[in-house]
């Protein structure tokens, strides 16, 4: 078993739909990151989370440090959304991420 | 935010030939730089960690001289494939991070194709 699941591994919308991409990870964490990779292969980084809830245009990521899960929430999706989304958790006491298998989205016009 | 560049975003070699890959951070200063690879479909692979002024600590199983990464300055790692071979094709993502902070920026990568 994979320290970081994510699920689902696969997912396709209908462009406006509601989405959620979920994290659990198994170890201590310092903070998790969410990062979102385009075709191209370009990573970038949408959230950093170390408790509570952010929230950046339509994008909304949350963490339950008990529960040991995080969920990366995309409102009124768009075509422009489709990518894989990456959960990364940094293990406390260390600098290295461990990854999630990643979230290949695909959102339809 | 931070921004993290890579130089050449794509390159291709023939077999037996030598490549370097830059990362740089261009609005900070990058303490640590950390060097990924990626096969397609597959999630990024830490290779090497390197800090400004040491030696790169390899992960189990990279080979470190083939691989061969320099971190002289404060916003410039570098990565070299010696001896490169067609299974060394892959995707090589640069991070890098800053004294106070944990949080890693990532390069846009580098697509490399042996032939």
């Known amino acids: 078993k994979n320290e970081v699941e994510q699920s689902p591994q696969n997912l396709t919308a209908q462009e406006g739909e509601f989405i959620t991409i979920n994290c659990s990870y198994s170890?201590?964490?310092?903070?998790l990151h969410w990062l979102q990779q385009h075709p191209g292969g370009g990573i970038v980084s949408l959230f950093m989370?170390?408790?509570g809830k952010k929230k950046h245009g339509r994008l909304i990521a949350t963490i339950n440090i008990q529960e040991k899960h995080s969920s990366l929430h995309i409102t009124a999706s768009h075509p422009r959304d489709s990518a894989v989304y990456i959960c990364?958790?940094?293990?406390?006491?260390?600098?290295?991420?461990?990854f999630g298998t990643g979230t290949r989205l695909k959102v339809l016009a | 935010g931070a921004v993290v560049s890579q130089h050449p975003s794509w390159v291709i070699c023939k077999s037996g030939t030598s490549v370097k890959i830059e990362c740089r951070s261009l609005?900070?200063?990058?303490?640590?730089m950390f060097w990924y690879r990626q096969f397609p479909k597959q999630s990024l692979m830490l290779m090497a960690t390197?800090?400004?002024?040491?030696?790169?600590?390899?992960e189990q199983g990279v080979e470190k001289d083939k691989f061969l990464i320099n971190h002289a300055s404060l916003t410039l790692s570098t990565l070299t494939v010696t001896s490169a071979h067609p299974e060394d094709s892959s995707f090589y993502i640069c991070?890098?991070?800053?004294?106070?902070?944990?949080?890693?920026?990532f390069g846009p990568g580098t697509r490399l194709t042996v032939t």
């Open positions: 609005d900070f200063q990058a303490t640590t």
């Open positions: 991070s890098a991070r800053g004294a106070l902070s944990y949080e890693q920026y």
């Open positions: 989370l170390s408790s």
């Open positions: 170890v201590g964490i310092s903070a």
């Open positions: 390197s800090n400004e002024g040491s030696k790169a600590t390899y």
């Open positions: 990364a958790v940094l293990g406390g006491g260390t600098y290295k991420y461990i």
